[in-house]
């Protein structure tokens, strides 16, 4: 079993929807959790950055972490066409690297 | 230029022959991170390295080498290709004090035949 599982995907939504994105762990450990973006053909880049449980909120992005279920999830409100990508979760202890999820590809349709 | 660069951006290679990928960064970050990244198996981490001199292997090192002389290049080669090496590899950094944010770079495009 994988240290992190990500619901696969993939997902199609309409424009203006809530988008919930999610991941499990099986490592009591991790203390970081990460969420990065990845568009087509280009590098992952960082969306949202948590340390420990609670929400953390950047404009139409809320990334969520309960430590206790061992689960953390990403929220779009109002999506747009232009959060089409894919969407990986990562988790750290303090060791510097980090495990990531396999993806979830993402389609908002206009 | 500043960032993380990649190079070359596209690599067609035969089977059997010596190829290394580039790895430049121009942060000082102490860790370095090589990545393959193939449909239904996600970022799986090939090699990383803490600083200069050190390196360990992650989830899939065999068929890979790397080296870290300079805090700022991270090479791998594959030293004898073979086509189940066929990918996109991506290049990593991180400060990895009190931030495990790791930047990519624009990734290689392998194509072992």
């Known amino acids: 079993q994988k240290e992190v599982e990500q619901d696969p995907g993939p997902l199609s939504v309409p424009e203006g929807a809530i988008v919930s994105l999610n991941c499990t762990y099986s490592n009591s450990a991790f203390q970081y959790f990460m969420w990065y973006r990845q568009y087509s053909r280009k590098g992952p880049e960082l969306l949202m950055y948590t340390y420990s449980s609670g929400n953390k909120e950047d404009g139409r992005f809320t990334a969520q972490v309960d430590k206790s279920s061992k689960y953390i999830s990403l929220f779009i409100r109002d999506s747009q066409p232009s959060d089409s990508a894919t969407y990986l979760c990562?988790?750290?202890?303090?060791?510097?690297?980090?495990?990531f999820g396999d993806g979830t590809t993402l389609t908002v349709k206009p | 230029d500043a960032g993380i660069t990649q190079s070359p951006r596209y690599k067609i290679t035969e089977t059997g022959r010596q190829v290394t990928l580039m790895c430049h960064q121009t942060?000082?970050?102490?860790?370095m991170f090589w990545y393959r990244q193939d449909l239904g198996h996600g970022l799986r981490l090939i090699y990383y390295s803490a600083a200069a001199d050190i390196t360990d292997k992650g989830e899939v090192p065999d068929g890979y080498v790397v080296s870290r002389s300079k805090t700022e290049n991270f090479p791998l080669t594959l030293e004898s290709a073979t086509r189940s090496q066929t990918s996109v590899y991506f290049c990593?950094?991180?400060?990895?004090?009190?931030?495990?944010?790791?930047?990519f770079g624009p990734g290689t495009r392998l194509t072992v035949l």
């Open positions: 990593a950094s991180s400060p990895g004090v009190r931030s495990n944010e790791q930047f």
């Open positions: 942060w000082s970050h102490s860790y």
């Open positions: 990562a988790m750290s202890t303090n060791a510097g690297k980090s495990t």
